[in-house]
């Protein structure tokens, strides 16, 4: 379990806050886009606003979120001063690949006891093992993403804009049994990928400026 494997490279005396969504859902299975994550080498604790706390009360119910995680409304700042205390912590790690510096200079001074440290890509370290349903998870939004292209592909034509493309694909992806949690960061990516390449298979201009302002040099492709 990653929790699990993650909280074991903590010691005594250490915690990290994690505080992105990507983490929380790796960590806890739950995806929220608010939150904090507490995580000690014995305890795991997922702070949620109501938006989500009687959801992820159902989703733990249901096995999808570890039973080893306490849920807990959002009191965090009121409830850490004490727990850090009972537990003795002294140093605190966080997502210095994720934390902004403004949320890093209200930590310190909140809590300014504590000794702050950087997790140093740690969990992207962790998340670089793939277990079988994180495989599976893979097979299928590639699945999707090759339905997608094939759907999407032949309605590319002169006169159609971005936004009008990717409208129809996320009608597309949403009817998908698969697309829930997929079809959002995919879509973009999908309409941004074909126009590429059509630019690069058909187009002799050096560059291209899309809708949405994203520019790419011209490329050559060539033929296996």
């Not at 507490?38 to 009687?54: M, N, P």
């Not at 090759?146 to 009008?164: C, D, K, M, V």
Request: net charge positive.
């Amino acid at each position: 379990m990653s929790l699990q494997t993650f909280a074991a490279t903590l010691s005594k005396g250490e915690c990290a806050l994690i505080l992105s969504s990507v983490s929380r859902q790796y960590l806890t299975g739950f995806r929220s886009t608010d939150g904090t994550l507490l995580v000690t080498e014995k305890k795991q604790i997922l702070f949620l606003d109501s938006r989500y706390f009687e959801m992820a009360q159902i989703a733990q119910k249901k096995g999808e979120i570890p039973a080893l995680v306490e849920l807990k409304p959002r009191i965090f700042q009121k409830f850490f001063p004490d727990f850090a205390e009972a537990e003795q912590i002294t140093t605190v790690f966080f997502e210095d690949r994720e934390m902004t510096v403004s949320d890093f200079d209200w930590f310190r001074e909140k809590f300014p006891k504590f000794d702050f440290q950087p997790l140093k890509g740690r969990l992207e370290q962790l998340r670089q093992i793939k277990r079988e349903a994180e495989i599976e998870k893979i097979r299928a939004s590639q699945s999707l993403a090759e339905a997608a292209y094939e759907y999407i592909l032949p309605r590319i034509e002169a006169g159609r804009t971005e936004i009008s493309l990717a409208a129809e694909l996320e009608f597309f992806m949403k009817k998908n049994p698969l697309a829930e949690s997929f079809f959002r960061s995919t879509k973009k990516q999908i309409i941004t990928n074909l126009i590429f390449f059509l630019f690069c298979r058909n187009s002799t201009a050096k560059e291209l400026v899309t809708e949405h302002g994203l520019r790419w040099r011209h490329c050559t492709l060539k033929r296996r």
